[in-house]
């Protein structure tokens, strides 16, 4: 089977976004703030965003079961305070629980955490615990950056994430790294931003010593690990130079990278220099490039076509599309068993 590990709810109804504006124009005007029963979006209306979207591509593609999470850029944790992240974050979770629950078999939910800049990162445990007990999600997305692009937030490494991270060992899932909005005009969302962040948080696990606290932590870095895979030299050397082992005793038993790469050549570096075992099929659809490629008649996000392509054994391939995600998410190796998958 083929498991796509970074899969984001970019479809919702519009009625949510509605909600959202309302609810950040409430910051300003409490009269306008909606209430948090608020929208009133029915089943149908959550199949039809993914029929014939979503679940349409995944059967084109063969993609058999989607992690999916709220979407990325609309996470925005930079808006207003706390508050107004938690009641955000528990709207979007329910809607990619309820598409869960209609489609079993094709999604599993991944956890939206209430972050606000400045804040305890531990007062998103009980929303982390309620989407794992109640809602079965199987991985949470971490945003490094609550600022928006300023990153005021301490290093990944900083032992004031130390208490999520328990909570993560505790119910043996992964976090997916992963921004969101940019409000920084020196950085756009998906074309710098994300990759900034995913090269950052990189070279901040190298820094530090976090797995040596957290041996069993398992992080995901998205977009084929930003520019980590195209400068792995620079990152063996700054190892050294940082007195630290080599990258794969230091960091590449816990750090994962996915395959959102949308070009042959770079999908081919991804392959041929990260390890087999530290990449996990994905493809963020549909995500942040959803155009054809003139150059080839396909979707850029058609990562499938590319990993196909790349000449890898058999035995990679079934690593990549399949045995890594269940190695990587206990909870969904679990729910696929289940299921007599």
Not at 62 to 67: A, K, L
Not at 98 to 116: D, G, K, T
Not at 192 to 199: E, I, K, S, V
Not at 329 to 335: S, T
Request: glycine letters at 6%; a negative charge.
């Amino acid at each position: 089977m083929i498991i796509d590990c970074h899969g984001h709810y970019t479809t919702a109804p519009p009625a949510l976004e509605a909600w959202r504006n309302r609810q950040i124009a409430g910051l300003t005007d409490p009269s306008a703030s909606p209430r948090p029963a608020d929208p009133t979006i029915s089943d149908d209306e959550l199949r039809e965003s993914v029929e014939s979207n979503q679940l349409r591509l995944m059967d084109e593609r063969g993609i058999d079961m989607t992690v999916f999470s709220p979407r990325a850029s609309f996470m925005a944790h930079h808006v207003g305070d706390f508050r107004t992240s938690a009641e955000w974050a528990a709207l979007c979770n329910e809607l990619c629980f309820r598409v869960s629950r209609l489609f079993p078999e094709r999604f599993v939910p991944a956890a939206m955490l209430p972050q606000s800049p400045g804040v305890d990162p531990a007062t998103c445990i009980p929303e982390l615990t309620r989407c794992v007990e109640e809602y079965g999600a199987v991985a949470l997305n971490l945003n490094p950056d609550p600022s928006g692009g300023h990153w005021t937030a301490p290093p990944l490494t900083d032992r004031s994430w130390y208490p999520l991270y328990e909570k993560m060992a505790e119910y043996d899932v992964p976090a997916m790294i992963h921004v969101s909005t940019s409000v920084n005009p020196a950085f756009h969302t998906t074309g710098a931003h994300y990759l900034n962040a995913d090269t950052t948080a990189f070279m901040q696990l190298v820094q530090g010593d976090l797995f040596r606290d957290f041996p069993t932590l398992r992080l995901v870095i998205p977009h084929g690990g930003g520019a980590v895979p195209y400068h792995w030299g620079r990152f063996r050397g700054l190892a050294m130079a940082l007195g630290k082992p080599p990258l794969e005793e230091h960091v590449l038993g816990n750090v994962f990278f996915d395959t959102c790469v949308y070009h042959q050549p770079g999908s081919d570096l991804l392959f041929d220099v990260v390890p087999t075992r530290n990449i996990l099929f994905a493809s963020e659809m549909i995500g942040a490039v959803r155009d054809i490629d003139p150059r080839t008649g396909h979707h850029f996000d058609d990562t499938r076509r590319y990993a196909e392509a790349a000449g890898l054994s058999p035995e990679g391939w079934a690593d990549i599309r399949e045995h890594n995600a269940r190695s990587v998410y206990p909870r969904l190796d679990a729910l696929l068993k289940r299921q007599g998958r």
